[in-house]
């Protein structure tokens, strides 16, 4: 493995955001009720999803041979969200492949 490398991302890393995602909170699945996979997958998989984060906040990525292996996001305060107040500042999808 090389050295992992760090920066913010943009709208052109969604579908890689997406997939460390998906896999990163897929190895879970399992301990879900089959509701809350319905609510996992229709949100995870959902492109809106991302958009909303990259517009209200910061996304970090991390690279490992130009590919995109982990992410974060910053959410400054003034954007609510379910558990997450007005004035909260918080993270949200913090995700790393598996493999890493």
């Known amino acids: 493995m090389k ?3 760090y920066r913010t991302a943009d709208i052109n890393d969604l579908t890689a955001i997406k997939g460390v995602s998906l896999n990163a909170y ?17 949100n995870l998989s959902n492109d809106k999803t991302y958009l909303d984060l990259l517009n209200s906040g910061t ?8 590919t995109i292996v982990g ?14 107040e007005f004035n909260w500042s ?9 493999d890493f």
């Open 71 to 84: 992410t974060a996001f910053l959410i400054p305060h003034g954007n609510p969200f379910k558990w997450f």
């Open 26 to 42: 897929g190895q879970y699945k399992s301990l879900l009720s089959p509701e809350n996979i319905i609510a996992w997958e229709a």
């Open 3 to 5: 050295d992992i490398k």
């Open 59 to 66: 996304c970090f990525v991390a690279i490992n041979d130009e």
């Open 90 to 98: 918080y993270i949200r999808l913090v995700g790393v492949l598996p």
